[in-house]
Each structure stands twice: as C-alpha cells, then as structure tokens.
C-alpha cells in the first residue's frame, strides 16, 4: 500500500517560516491534502489539493508538491499554530479506495 | 450548518462488540462519502472504512472485523465493531468527503467518541 512519510517533529522560532514535509513515491502525480490537529481536538483541513486554502485558512499557510515530496509551509509562525499537521491523499485500487494519511508532524513554536 | 455528532463509544472488554453512530445534519450522507477516522492515546490520525455511493472499503487493521454503514432515513452512518482488541482503543471520529479531480479530502469531522476495549 502506498506509504506516506513525515518528520517526527518540527520546531520553529515565532516569526520564522516552518516547513513541513511529506514524502511518498511519486506523490507529486497525486492531489496532497492537509490538515490542523490541536490537543484535544478534532483535525481541521488547512490545505487542499496541494496548494488550495479553504476560506478561513490564512494566507500564512501554503503548500506545494512536487516529484516525491509535498511541502506544507507556515510563514510568519505564530504561537496559535503549535499543532500535529497531517497530510493525505486518496488511492484508488483495482480492489477500491483508500484514504492514506502520514504519520504526522508536531509543529513547536520555541 | 453541518454537523457530525458520534455516539456509542465506551468501555468494551476484549472480543466485545459496540456499535457507532455518526449523526449528520445539514447535508444528505447518501450524497457524500462518509468515512471512520480513528486515533489512539498519543498516536496518529489511522484510516478504517469509507462508504461511497454502493461500495464500502476498510482499512487491513479492521477488515473482516467492522462494518460501515449507511440510513439514508436518519441521515446517519454506522460502524459496527466486532471480536475489538485491546489495539482497537481510540478515539473514533466521523468524517465526510469532498471529491474534486480524482481526489477526495476531508471537508467535516465530528468531535469523535472515545472507545476503550479492556478487561
């Protein structure tokens, strides 16, 4: 099955850019979607199809894909965005579909 | 507004079953792809079913174990849990999809339910 592949953590001065990455085989063939997890709560779509922001989503948070790796970037890093980031895609098989997600990345804001 | 509300969740003891309910309002669920997201204490977001129109996949950690489901009368979605382990101790959040050009993401969560299979 296809395997999706993030850095355990990520830290990050206030005011820096962040870079989260997800490698995958190919994965720039496919549409990468992203999402906000904070303790407690339920995860929040912060990117989709690679680059989109739903409304709400500020323009601090960008993202890209491209050969084997998709990139989710958070510029200007606030305190606000100390959280785990998840990225995923959808498969389909001969045999049906999956949803695939990456182990997760914790964002720390130092 | 849409809302996803999980109930169901609880303590089961091993080899128990439950079943999960994902009530949905503000959109139609036979309309949409509906998916069960799970996470254990400490751990990662884990894919377990998806029902699309007619079709239902599952994840190799639960397949032949769960089943999902769908009332389009209630506007709900199921997860039945058979022979649980102790492994299978998560929260379980509801989901719907959105799907544009070949891909599908996750547009709505529920706030999930906690099931805790022990003895």
């Known amino acids: 099955s296809y395997v999706l592949t993030q850095p355990p953590s990520v830290s990050v001065a206030p005011g820096k850019t962040a870079t989260i990455s997800c490698g995958g085989n190919n994965i720039g063939s496919k549409r990468v979607h992203w999402y906000q997890q904070k303790p407690g709560q339920a995860p929040v779509l912060v990117i989709y199809?690679?680059?989109d922001r739903p409304s709400g989503i500020p323009a601090r948070l960008s993202g890209s894909n491209s050969g084997n790796t998709a990139t989710l970037t958070i510029s200007r890093v606030e305190a606000g965005d100390e959280a785990d980031y998840y990225c995923q895609v959808w498969e389909v098989w001969e045999s049906g579909s999956d949803v695939i997600f990456g182990g997760g990345t914790k964002l720390t804001v130092l | 507004e849409v809302q996803l509300v999980e109930t169901g969740g609880g303590l089961i003891q091993p080899g128990g079953s439950v079943r999960l309910s994902c009530e949905v309002s503000g959109f139609t669920v036979s309309d949409n792809y509906m998916s069960w997201v799970r996470q254990a204490p400490g751990k990662g977001l884990e894919w377990i079913s998806v029902i699309l129109r007619g079709d239902t996949y599952y994840g190799d950690s639960v397949k032949g174990r769960f089943t999902i489901s769908r009332d389009n009368s209630k506007n709900t979605v199921y997860l039945q849990m058979n022979s649980l382990r102790v492994a299978d101790t998560a929260v379980y959040y509801c989901a719907s999809h959105y799907c544009t050009a070949g891909s599908c993401y996750i547009d709505y969560w529920g706030r999930g339910t906690l099931v805790t299979v022990s003895s």
């Open positions: 199809s690679d680059s």
